[in-house]
T-cell receptor
C-alpha cells in the first residue's frame, strides 16, 4: 500500500516554543491531507483538512492561529504547533487519501511532549 | 460525529476467528463501510472496505447485512499481533472526504 511518513516521530520541547511536524506522501501525490490528534486512551480527533494551494479547513474548536498548517506541495503538509503548552502534549497523526479516494493511509504519528 | 456503534472491547482466543460487529443504521446510499485498526502508539492501518457486497482480502473479511445497517469484520485466524483497537467508519467515497473516528473496539487476542 501507499506510504505516508511523519517527521519527527517524537519531540520534547519547552513550554512557549513552536514545533513543526512534517507529513509526506512518499509514493503518491495528495492534494488533501488530514491532521488528527489523539490523547491517551482516546480515539483520533480530526483537527483540520490540509489543502494544497489553499487554506486549511479547521474543525470546530481547533484554533487555526495555534495550529498552523501549510500544504507546500503535492507530497508535503506541515503542522506547526505555536507557543506550545503542556496541554498540547499529544499524539499527532496525519493521513492522505489516494488519488481515487478509495483508501486513506496514515502516517506513523508524532509524539509531542511539552514540558 | 461518528455514525457507527461498536462494542468497547472483545476478547478472542489465538487461532480462533475474531468477529467484530458494527452498527451503522443511518448509513446513506453512497456511503461505504471502512475498517481500520490501530496498534498501540502507531498510526491507523487500513483493513478493508465495502459498499453492499461481502468483501475479502488477505487480512480480513467484511460481511455487510442486506439492509446495510450493520456489518461484521472477521479476522479468520486471530494472532497475538492482531491485538489492537478496531474502528468501523462510514464514509462516502469521494476524494477529500474525511474519516471520522468513533471509540472503536479494543480486541484482545489471548494465548
Amino acid at each position: 500500500g501507499a506510504v505516508v511518513s511523519q517527521h519527527p516521530s517524537r519531540v520534547i520541547c519547552k513550554s512557549g516554543t513552536s514545533v513543526k511536524i512534517e507529513c509526506r506522501s512518499l509514493d503518491f501525490q495528495a492534494t488533501t491531507m488530514f491532521w488528527y490528534r489523539q490523547f491517551p486512551k482516546q480515539s483520533l480527533m480530526l483537527m483540520a483538512t490540509s489543502n494544497e494551494g489553499s487554506k486549511a479547513t479547521y474543525e470546530q474548536g481547533v484554533e487555526k492561529d495555534k495550529f498552523l498548517i501549510n500544504h507546500a506541495s503535492l507530497t508535503l503538509s506541515t503542522l506547526t504547533v505555536t507557543s506550545a503548552h503542556p496541554e498540547d502534549s499529544s499524539f499527532y497523526i496525519c493521513s492522505a487519501p489516494t488519488t481515487g479516494g478509495n483508501e486513506q493511509f496514515f502516517g506513523p504519528g508524532t509524539r509531542l511532549t511539552v514540558l | 460525529d461518528a455514525k457507527t456503534t461498536q462494542p468497547p472491547s472483545m476478547d478472542c482466543a489465538e487461532g480462533r476467528a475474531a468477529n467484530l460487529p458494527c452498527n451503522h443504521s443511518t448509513i446513506s446510499g453512497n456511503e461505504y463501510v471502512y475498517w481500520y485498526r490501530q496498534i498501540h502508539s502507531q498510526g491507523p492501518q487500513y483493513i478493508i472496505h465495502g459498499l453492499k457486497n461481502n468483501e475479502t482480502n488477505e487480512m480480513a473479511s467484511l460481511i455487510i447485512t442486506e439492509d446495510r445497517k450493520s456489518s461484521t469484520l472477521i479476522l479468520p485466524h486471530a494472532t497475538l499481533r492482531d491485538t489492537a483497537v478496531y474502528y468501523c467508519i462510514v464514509r462516502a467515497m469521494e476524494y477529500g472526504n474525511k474519516l471520522v473516528f468513533g471509540a472503536g473496539t479494543i480486541l484482545r487476542v489471548k494465548s
